[in-house]
T-cell receptor, first 118, second 112 residues
Framework: AQTVTQSQPEMSVQEAETVTLSCTYD???????LFWYKQPPSRQMILVIR??????QNATENRFSVNFQKAAKSFSLKISDSQLGDTAMYFC???????????????FGKGTKLSVKP | DGGITQSPKYLFRKEGQNVTLSCEQN?????MYWYRQDPGQGLRLIYY???????QKGDIAEGYSVSREKKESFPLTVTSAQKNPTAFYLC???????????FGQGTRLTVV
């Protein structure tokens, strides 16, 4: 069974600074995907970034980037130039890559509550 | 606009009553999911369906039931057998062979 661990229940950062959220996972699978989702106070789950395990290059999306260390089973999220709108719960998630036409299930960590302070 | 619609946004029920949460999508997605969110617990999978007329139990299926009679719809029934039904429920859908999941806005269920 796969597990996802987020060891930082809460973090805070000053506006315009950089913050890194940690995530580790455990799996015996070799092909999978990793995700970071954001859940603002509205509680809408928003995909921030996705990484395919077979790709060595770290994914980036504007101010968001990841540090994917496959051997260490680590998948951290870096937010640069933090903005007030980044205040949210952030969830790390794992999805096994299925073959034959089905989609895997998302397995979530317990989340990190990020507060961006003015 | 394409998307996933959950209704209602807030739901109150008396203890011992069954209640059904609605989830509809017009994204033509094959896969649909129900997650439960509790404070400090992240999201836990209740049920999922990869195709019409087929569904599987997730990690916490006890006290819940689902149906998938149409591709667009995946309603979740919270039965009286569910010991702690008060929670935030999220529905999601995804495309087969693609690693993407889109979420609805959730339903907050309170049982009193």
């Amino acid at each position: 069974a796969q597990t996802v661990t987020q060891s930082q229940p809460e973090m805070s950062v000053q506006e315009a600074e950089t913050v890194t959220l940690s995530c580790t996972y455990d799996t015996s699978e070799s092909n999978y995907y990793l995700f970071w989702y954001k859940q603002p106070p509205s509680r809408q789950m928003i995909l921030v970034i996705r990484q395919e395990a077979y790709k060595q290059q770290n994914a980036t999306e504007n101010r968001f980037s990841v540090n994917f260390q496959k051997a260490a089973k680590s998948f951290s999220l870096k937010i640069s130039d933090s903005q007030l709108g980044d205040t949210a719960m952030y969830f790390c998630a794992f999805m096994k890559k299925n073959y034959g036409g089905s989609q895997g299930n998302l397995i979530f960590g317990k989340g990190t509550k990020l507060s961006v302070k003015p | 606009d394409g998307g996933i619609t959950q209704s209602p946004k807030y739901l109150f029920r008396k203890e011992g009553q069954n209640v059904t949460l609605s989830c509809e999508q017009n994204l033509n997605h094959d896969a649909m999911y129900w997650y439960r969110q509790d404070p400090g617990q992240g999201l836990r999978l209740i049920y999922y369906s990869q195709i019409v007329n087929d569904f599987q139990k997730g990690d916490i299926a006890e006290g819940y039931s689902v149906s998938r009679e149409k591709k667009e719809s995946f309603p979740l029934t919270v039965t009286s057998a569910q010991k702690n039904p008060t929670a935030f429920y999220l529905c999601a859908s995804g495309v087969r062979d693609r690693a993407e999941a889109f979420f609805g806005q959730g339903t907050r269920l309170t049982v009193v």
